[in-house]
Nanobody, 119 residues
Framework: QVQLVESGGGLVQAGESLRLSCAAS????????MGWYRQAPGKQREFVAR???????NYVDSVKGRLTISRDNAKNTVYLQMNSLKPEDTAVYYC?????????????WGQGTQVTVSS
């Protein structure tokens, strides 16, 4: 069974840092793009950052210069380094991955990890 498992969320004060991790496991043939999304209370899920298989990245404007996405292909893991956190970054963070398994190509989602930033 293919799955994504996030970790690293928590409660921090404004200005502090967190590092989220998301590991893919299962019968995976190839992982294409991986990304992070977030959903704040009462709001729709929004795109945060994306990294292609070749390492190209893009970000939503509100996080540029503060959040950095990276990946370790040997570990099938994507990271989100979050610096200078703000209260408006509070949300459940979800990772996603465009994965090719031995049966299909699909977008997979993790279960989410809570990030809370206090002022």
């Amino acid at each position: 069974q293919v799955q994504l498992v996030e970790s690293g969320g928590g409660l921090v004060q404004a200005g502090e840092s967190l590092r989220l991790s998301c590991a893919a496991s299962g019968r995976i043939f190839r992982i294409n793009a991986m990304g992070w999304y977030r959903q704040a209370p009462g709001k729709q899920r929004e795109f945060v950052a994306r990294i292609t298989g070749g390492g190209s990245t893009n970000y939503v404007d509100s996080v540029k210069g503060r959040l950095t996405i990276s990946r370790d292909n040997a570990k099938n893991t994507v990271y989100l380094q979050m610096n200078s956190l703000k209260p408006e970054d509070t949300a459940v963070y979800y990772c996603s991955a465009d994965m090719v398994t031995y049966s299909a190509r699909e977008d997979y989602w993790g279960q989410g990890t809570q990030v809370t930033v206090s002022s």
